[in-house]
Each structure stands twice: as structure tokens, then as C-alpha cells.
């Protein structure tokens, strides 16, 4: 495992770019890759957002040519799908809405920027498996891309910048005068086979990337960025979604770099949609929160995810598994491995009492069941607590496997502060700090199928 400095991430950012933008070069050395699960189209038909009047000077509102062309890929229908060209320039536009079998192509330089004219956002329902808005009750702003019940869709390019402006949106957050749930960046809804890749992602209002109630989503060579200090603006979270591949990517923001979601309380439960068949590899990056994350909203249940050759800077958490009384849902077969983590508060988080609640209708007896739990191959330094397991009393998180995990605290300082468990049953083996007593509470034949 390739092992980055943290006096190197600037320079890595860089390499990162110029990566993405001549990956095709150098592909063959990246044999294992999940992005097959949806095959890249190359579109014959071609228009250009100058076309329909698109002006890429930073200052006209773009948003009438944006529909324009989009309904022209709509009704025309031509075989094979469209191919939406945004040439060099800087493009301010209203949110608007992808449709099926296209493909938004964004050139190097080119921008398309969010306005932070917020009069005229438009509202929509809240996600049934939430019930109401993630911030407020009632609806929610829509996405600035957003796509419902697409297939067949490619935001692509030469690492061309998307730009959400959230500042305007953090400063109503922080002074408490928003009226909804602020608005994602990209957000799928109830769609298939989509790809995104080779496009930078700045500033969103809220989470970046949000595949909900998809199947059949890669997410591959994108770059996310926003402020450390920027409140809940999450990398890349599927929700609700199955056959995910997310790798090779770069996200520096101020929430989780990914996080694996579900649903929340009683309308998750009822929802009953859960994510799974989920891959997240090669990811680098930085966030005082948490670098590979399931939760906490995870009542439709989370399953079957590989989270793997991760490098975390920087980090409040480095793996952190979370969900809460009233959740419900079944957390079952993580495997995380092959992981470097340097300067960050807690190494390995799993708790039964994170996330707020909707409302006060939640069911404190609709417990969360959290099992098949397995870490492994991780490396720390600069970490000054190893780690903590909070269990349920009455739902005990159990087959928690860990194997060859050495986290260090500050040079010189040793070991990290030992671990901290409660009502949690499992097994470790080559763990440096040594875990808590109840990590060797379990055969090793429990943790054989995770090994």
C-alpha cells in the first residue's frame, strides 16, 4: 500500500488531477476496479450549451439555456443518447435537471456554477424513507443537478468544476434563518446506471454526491472539495442504493468523505429499502469528521460493503460505523481493510448512540443489529485514541473482527490510549494497542467467513 505524508497532500491534489485527466494511459495498472458494473457510452450526437445561448462569462444566468438543450436530448430521442457539450467558461446557472440517456461533458475550464439568487429555488417532496427534510421538517430544495427516475446518464469531462457557492448557504445554517433543508450538489433519485468521473465537485450548499434510490452507480476520478469548516457538506453518500462502486477519488470537506446510508427511524424502517453491494476503494482524503462511514441514518438496513486502500488525513475518525435506538435496520458483512490513517482524534468508531431523530414519534425499542464487522489491515500514527465500541445493552454488536491493526499516538508518546468498549462481542488478533477484553470474547471459528 502506497503510504502519503501529510506535508505531501497538497502536491498529491495535484498529481491527483493530473491523474484523472490521462488516466486512459495508465489504466492497465488499475486491475481491479468494480466500474464495470455500468458500461461507459460514447454518444454520436453531440450539441454544445453555446447552441441553445449559453454564455460563459461568469456574470449571465444561464439557466434557460440548460433546459433548452436538455429538452432537446428529452424529445428528440436520438439513438444512442446526446452528448452535452460545456466548452471553457465559467456558467451561472438556477438548478436544473438532467434527463435519460445523456451525457454532461464539461471541458477543461469549464464551470458550471450555482446561483446564490435563492428566491426561486424550487421545493420538493421530502425523501419518504426520512419522512421530512435531513435539517427541517417539510420539504427540501432541490439538487442543483438532480436526475429522477433516469437511466443511461454520464456526468463526465476533463476534470471541469462544478460549483455549488454554498457559502450563502452555510452563513443561513449557521445564523439558524433557513426555511428548508438546503440543497445537495448532484442528487439521483430512483435512477440506474450512472457514472460519474474526471469532474471536480466544490462547494456545495449541502452533501455532494447523493445516489438515492439507484442501482448501478459509479462514482470514479472525482475531486470533492469544500472548507474543513463547511457544516455537513458529506463526499459521496449512497442511500437506499445497491451495486455502488465509488474509487480512485480525492475529497477534502467538512462532514464524512463517504458515508453509507439507509433511511431514517420509522420511515426508514417502513421505507424498507437498504443499501448494499457496496465497493469504496482508493480513496484519499481529509475531513474533522469521518473518512469511511455507514450511518447513521440506516434503518432500511446496510449490508454487504468492501471499503478498501484508503489513505485519511487529518480526520476527526478514520472508520466509523454509527446508528442509534429508534434506527432499527440490520448492519451486517462491512469489511474494511488496507487502510492508513495519520493525525486523527479516535482510529475506529462503532456506536449505538449517534444521530439525532426526526421527531419524538421514534420507537426507543426499534433496535439497530449490528454484526459481521470486520477491519482489518490498518496502519495509524498521530492518533490519540485507538478506538471505541458503544454497543446497545439490550442489541450487543457482535462477530466485530479485527486482525493486524497498529495505531500510534504522537511521536514519541508510544501507543495510543487503549480502547474503550462496552456491550460489543468479538475477536482481534495482532491489534497494537491491545482492544478490550470483549474483542477476544468469541472463538476465532465466529470471524472465519470475514477473514
Not at 77 to 91: A, C, D, E, I
Not at 263 to 285: F, M
Not at 323 to 348: A, D, F, H, M, P
Request: charged share 15%.
Amino acid at each position: 500500500m502506497h503510504l502519503l505524508s501529510k506535508s505531501s497532500i497538497p502536491s498529491t491534489f495535484i498529481l491527483f488531477l493530473i491523474f484523472f485527466s490521462h488516466f486512459s494511459s495508465i489504466s492497465a495498472s488499475y486491475s481491479t476496479t468494480c466500474s464495470g458494473i455500468v458500461p461507459f457510452r460514447h454518444r454520436a450526437d453531440t450539441i454544445s450549451i453555446t447552441d441553445f445561448g449559453g454564455v460563459g462569462d461568469g456574470k449571465t444566468l444561464n439557466s434557460k439555456a440548460f433546459r433548452a438543450a436538455i429538452y432537446r436530448i428529452q424529445h428528440l430521442r436520438r439513438r444512442g443518447g446526446t452528448l452535452l457539450y460545456v466548452p471553457p467558461g465559467v456558467y451561472l446557472t438556477e438548478s436544473f435537471n438532467l434527463t435519460s440517456h445523456m451525457t454532461l461533458y464539461l471541458a477543461a475550464g469549464a464551470v458550471i456554477k450555482a446561483t446564490q439568487r435563492l428566491r426561486n429555488w424550487p421545493l420538493i417532496a421530502p425523501l419518504p424513507s426520512y419522512g421530512r427534510g435531513r435539517e427541517l421538517p417539510g420539504g427540501r430544495y432541490i439538487s442543483f443537478i438532480h436526475g429522477d427516475g433516469v437511466r443511461d446518464v454520464i456526468i463526465t469531462g476533463e476534470n471541469g468544476t462544478i460549483d455549488g457557492q454554498g457559502d450563502v448557504w452555510w452563513n443561513m445554517w449557521r445564523q439558524r434563518t433557513l426555511q428548508f433543508t438546503r440543497p445537495n450538489l448532484v442528487e439521483f433519485l430512483n435512477s440506474r446506471n450512472i457514472i460519474i468521473s474526471n469532474v471536480i465537485f466544490k462547494n456545495s450548499p449541502f452533501w455532494n454526491i447523493h445516489p438515492v434510490y439507484c442501482s448501478n452507480v459509479v462514482v470514479r476520478y472525482v475531486t470533492i472539495l469544500a472548507p474543513r469548516d463547511s457544516p455537513n457538506t458529506d463526499g459521496i453518500d449512497p442511500d437506499s442504493s445497491s451495486n455502488v462502486c465509488i474509487e480512485d477519488s480525492y475529497i477534502s470537506t467538512g462532514d464524512d468523505l463517504v458515508a453509507v446510508k439507509s433511511g431514517w427511524d420509522a420511515y426508514g424502517i417502513s421505507y424498507g429499502r437498504p443499501s448494499n453491494d457496496i465497493t469504496i476503494r482508493r480513496i484519499t482524503g481529509s475531513s474533522p469528521f469521518a473518512g469511511i462511514a455507514v450511518g447513521s441514518e440506516t434503518s432500511g438496513g446496510v449490508q454487504n460493503v468492501l471499503a478498501e486502500h484508503i489513505n485519511l488525513f487529518n480526520m476527526g475518525v478514520g472508520i466509523h460505523i454509527k446508528t442509534n435506538i429508534g434506527r432499527g435496520g440490520l448492519i451486517k458483512n462491512i469489511t474494511v481493510s488496507n487502510v492508513y490513517i495519520e493525525n486523527s482524534r479516535q482510529g475506529i468508531k462503532i456506536a449505538g448512540d449517534v444521530g439525532d431523530h426526526p421527531d419524538e414519534n421514534f420507537n426507543p425499542n426499534a433496535l439497530p443489529v449490528v454484526k459481521g464487522i470486520t477491519i482489518k489491515s490498518v496502519w495509524g500514527v498521530k492518533v490519540l485514541q485507538a478506538g471505541l465500541i458503544h454497543g446497545l445493552r439490550n442489541s450487543p454488536f457482535t462477530e466485530i473482527c479485527f486482525y493486524d491493526i497498529n495505531l500510534h499516538g504522537e511521536t514519541g508518546s508510544g501507543r495510543s490510549p487503549p480502547w474503550k468498549c462496552s456491550d460489543v462481542f468479538g475477536f482481534s488478533k495482532q491489534v497494537s494497542p491491545w482492544p478490550c477484553s470483549q474483542l477476544s470474547s468469541q472463538e476465532p471459528g465466529s470471524c472465519t467467513n470475514y477473514s
